[in-house]
């Protein structure tokens, strides 16, 4: 149980266990924990499950649950807050279902009714509980996991990556624990576990720890413990850390149905079987199941099944009332002469004697027939399916193809691999994290850190990557093993903030040093600005000779081959050694690897990113489109690093004004990114930057505001790093939004702008003038003049004092500071502005010019609000005469000044000026 009463607990936490794959919330605003119907309605929901999480605080219910996108929620709420908090959350798509505990409150039928959400209310909490525990065990049978195989997707010749994941996930899971030797240790090691993460009540872990021998692992799984719904969880989500340590467990409970089909087999007299399960499949699964008909399907769990088809065609039933959701009954055809999976009767070992069950072993695979409605009721279907055979021809194909990509090494290597090898970045990361908290060897852990610097490399994390090469390089100089002595070669100059970084790799650490040649040397990164010297070249040099050198060793290269050396391209060589360098490396990679090896794609995409520094989109585009014809061909449509070569050559075609193409290339990289990458990825906020510039090229604004302020968005959740990017959007979003009018709006991406160029600039930065001055515009334009005036005097401060001689910056400032002084009524500061205005006129243009015109007649207008109409006569008789010399023909101002003239003549024959001043 997980009590959350105290605003104090942070209930989002960077990683949360949860024993079963759903949450059961009980909020509730009773604060008193030792009154008796409290403690009541504590040991109904213990009976219930073991993990239970209680609120009394609603913000913090729903801020919980809301985290786990991927769990159902069910809510037991009370009565006497369910009115105000069920209208609210409703709607939120985590929870599933609500359950009212009513002691108190009358709740009419017609408020229910709006609810569909609200599945119980009840007065007593075992009436509650007794519904809650059937959809519970509905949502048991429904969660476990399943992959589908159609025929087309059975042909050795395609890639891989096509192959549903979760199929090639468990099946490699199940290969290895199956493997691995086991002792008393791993249930220690598991019961910490579990303590640590309250999975399961203490009484239920003790009873587990004390009694695990003593029970068999058939009891222990369908014990109305933890256990159950904590492996299948973990099995359905492929939380790699919870299957590791529930390994012993997986392997007993294999043994022992494997032990029970042989016993029971005999028994079969070789006569085929019929079983039936009955459960949910979203309808968008359930379509696959129907376009692969006489292919394949797994149950990617252990697989519970009964004899009596009434009990599934229940189960189906009541699925079938669930939104988008089809319910199924599997109806099991078994041949046990020729059966590729164990499966046994179980009801003589089970927790539940009563029940006749047939339990699957992990990962079994059924070949899919006929698919036929039930009833008439196209929410309710009856799928047949067929035990594969062990010589089942495509089940054969499937396990060759896996063993042939994903050869079978030691251990979990092969598993994390995998999960490289086919684009699942954070997948891969959780998994070596875990395996680098279990184990103390200094290889494994060399070869982990090496996985991870891959990992964040390929997730644009480069200063965390780099990290982890300096883990791997301390604990080089703690062994003398060979494969750890010569793991790598690391040269750093100015690790730095600017990142001007070179890392040259004797060995590529993801390998296992068995595979061919793969990136002896990589993540190159170096700053052409900087003088060419000797040292550069002769590292360069020195860098190629051993590459080559170390190919020879493996005999992967020629040794007769051409010197690298001859001067084939000196120019190349003087002018820019990096590209030289990475233009030789790739010649020989060409020679000894095949077309299609990512070594090669990674060398076109490093030449391609050294011919965009020098200004020649197209060699960029050239190699970057050859990197891309690779990688398309051996990684998954998802995978990271298309993202990024996507992202490049669309930067090429902008570059050549080519804004339609590159838009196309950018979105491919933007739909890849918002994928694989974690919501907040600071690469995000480059690509949405770049789609916003491309926009704003093509006069999209609206577009462009859209991903301008996604890419604000991502930034500042990331508050330590921010960029010109940042202020060049929020800049860009404020522009629009005040050309839109919108100037509130304006302002606040202005705001955003300049708090962080204040914190990256002296306050006196002539870099602030536009910032403070277009702030201090929209605050005039709304009215607010004194934070105008504010923001005014911030700029001409540092023109004042940094450029003094640029006139016009001094004019426009001093003239919007009088206007904002005349529109807040402070006419003397206003005038005092506006003679300051007049005076650089004079000293910027001839004696007679418009602009001095323009000052005269707006002294006058001051004077005029003044009260001092014979000086503002004055003064428009000047802007008149100056405008009459300047612009003869415009007579329309003309006639604006004449009016006031006349105007002000009139009060002066009458007398009015004298009396008024």
């Known amino acids: 149980m997980n009590d959350h009463r105290t605003s104090s607990i942070d209930c989002r936490r960077s990683r949360r266990y949860i024993a079963q794959d759903y949450l059961l919330i009980w909020l509730h605003n009773d604060t008193n924990e030792t009154n008796e119907e409290y403690q009541n309605t504590l040991k109904h929901l213990r009976n219930l499950v073991d993990t239970i999480d209680i609120f009394t605080n609603p913000d913090e219910c729903v801020n919980f649950f809301t985290e786990f996108n991927d769990m159902k929620t069910f809510l037991i709420i009370n009565d006497t807050i369910s009115e105000q908090i069920i209208p609210l959350i409703h709607d939120l798509p985590q929870l599933d279902q609500i359950y009212i505990f009513s002691r108190t409150t009358l709740l009419s039928s017609e408020w229910i009714g709006k609810w569909t959400k609200i599945k119980g209310i009840s007065a007593e909490m075992t009436s509650l509980c007794a519904t809650l525990k059937l959809m519970i065990r509905q949502h048991n049978q429904d969660s476990i996991a399943t992959s589908v195989i159609s025929l087309n997707e059975i042909n050795p010749n395609k890639n891989l990556n096509e192959l549903e994941s979760t199929f090639m996930y468990s099946q490699i899971f199940k290969n290895i624990l199956l493997k691995m030797n086991y002792n008393d240790n791993s249930i220690d090691e598991f019961v910490q576990f579990c303590q640590k993460n309250k999975f399961g009540s203490p009484k239920n872990i003790d009873l587990f720890e004390k009694e695990y021998h003593n029970r068999s692992s058939i009891w222990w799984y369908t014990w109305p413990g933890f256990i159950y719904p904590m492996l299948n969880s973990s099995l359905r989500t492929l939380e790699s850390d919870v299957i590791i340590k529930m390994g012993f467990f997986i392997y007993d409970l294999h043994k022992q149905i494997e032990q029970l089909y042989n016993d029971q087999r005999d028994s079969y007299h070789e006569e085929s079987l019929k079983v039936y399960r009955g459960q949910g499949l979203s309808k968008e699964h359930f379509e696959k199941v129907i376009k692969a008909k006489n292919g394949l399907i797994s149950f990617n769990n252990f697989l519970s099944t009964s004899k009596v088809e009434e009990v599934s065609v229940g189960f189906a039933v009541s699925a079938s009332t669930i939104a988008d959701t089809v319910g199924i009954l599997f109806v099991i055809s078994i041949d046990p002469s020729v059966s590729s999976a164990p499966f046994a009767c179980i009801q003589k070992h089970s927790y539940f004697e009563s029940e006749e069950e047939i339990l699957f072993s992990m990962h079994t695979v059924f070949r899919i027939g006929d698919v036929k409605r039930i009833d008439n009721n196209d929410e309710l279907y009856r799928i047949e399916l067929q035990l594969t ?105 100015n690790f730095s903030e600017d990142n001007k970084t070179i890392v040259s790799y004797k060995n590529d650490l993801r390998l296992d040093f ?42 992967l290269y020629p040794t007769t081959s051409c010197n690298p050396f001859d001067p084939v391209d000196d120019h190349l060589k003087q002018s820019s050694p990096l590209l030289w360098f990475q233009r030789k490396i790739l010649e020989i990679r060409q020679k000894c690897l095949h077309p299609n090896h990512p070594d090669i794609a990674q060398s076109y995409a490093s030449v391609a990113s050294l011919y965009e520094k020098r200004k020649d989109p197209y060699q960029s585009r050239s190699f970057y489109q050859k990197s891309i014809d690779i990688c398309k061909q051996i990684l998954p449509s998802n995978h990271p690093t298309l993202s990024c070569l996507y992202h490049n050559i669309g930067m090429t075609y902008q570059s050549t004004g080519e804004y339609f193409t590159a838009l196309c290339f950018i979105k491919k990289s933007l739909e890849i990114a918002e994928k694989t990458l974690p919501p907040y990825h600071l690469d995000l906020s480059f690509i949405y930057f770049n789609m916003a510039g491309l926009y704003d090229k093509l006069d999209d604004y609206s577009n462009a505001t859209v991903y301008y302020k996604n890419s604000i968005i991502v930034n500042e959740k990331n508050p330590h790093i921010k960029d010109e990017n940042y202020t060049f959007s929020c800049t860009k979003v404020g522009k629009i939004h005040s050309t839109m009018k919108q ?174 001043e």
């Open 743 to 916: 100037y509130s709006e304006a302002l606040i991406y202005y705001n955003k702008a300049l708090t962080i160029e204040e914190q990256l600039c002296p306050l006196d930065d002539p870099q602030l003038i536009d910032y403070y001055a277009e702030i201090a515009s929209l605050h005039h334009k709304l009215e607010e003049y004194p934070n105008a005036l504010l923001f005014f005097h911030k700029a001409l401060h540092i023109v004042e004092k940094h450029l003094s001689s640029e006139f016009g910056k001094l004019f426009t400032l001093y003239d919007a500071i009088a206007r904002s002084y005349e529109k807040n009524a402070n006419y003397p500061q206003a005038l005092l502005f506006y003679e300051k205005t007049l005076g650089i006129s004079e000293q910027m243009y001839t004696l007679n010019h418009i602009n001095s015109a323009v000052c005269y007649n707006n002294i006058g207008i001051v004077y005029i609000r003044m009260g001092q109409y014979s000086k503002a006569l004055s003064y428009f008789e000047l802007a008149l005469h100056m405008r009459q010399i300047c612009n003869p023909e415009d007579d329309s101002r003309w006639k604006e000044i004449q009016d006031a003239i006349d105007y002000l003549r009139e009060l002066e024959d009458e007398d009015v000026i004298e009396s008024a």
């Open 389 to 493: 055979a062990d010589n089942d021809q495509e089940l054969c194909i499937l396990t060759d193809w896996l063993s042939k990509d994903v050869p079978d090494e030691i251990g979990w290597k092969r598993l994390g691999n995998l999960l490289i090898r086919i684009g699942q970045l954070e997948k891969a990361e959780q998994f070596y994290q875990t395996l680098l908290e279990q184990t103390s060897d200094v290889a494994d852990m060399i070869h982990y850190y090496g996985q991870l610097a891959f990992i964040k490399y390929n997730q644009g994390d480069r200063k965390m990557s780099m990290w982890y090469h300096l883990k791997i390089s301390e604990l080089s100089k703690t062994t003398n093993s060979g494969d750890s002595t010569d793991e790598l070669t690391m040269v750093n100059r």
């Open 514 to 555: 068995g595979e061919i040649c793969h990136c002896d040397i990589k993540y190159i990164e170096y700053s052409e600005e900087r003088e060419v010297s000797p040292d550069t070249l002769s590292f360069y040099e020195k860098s190629l000779d051993d590459f080559q050198r170390n190919l020879r060793l493996k005999n």
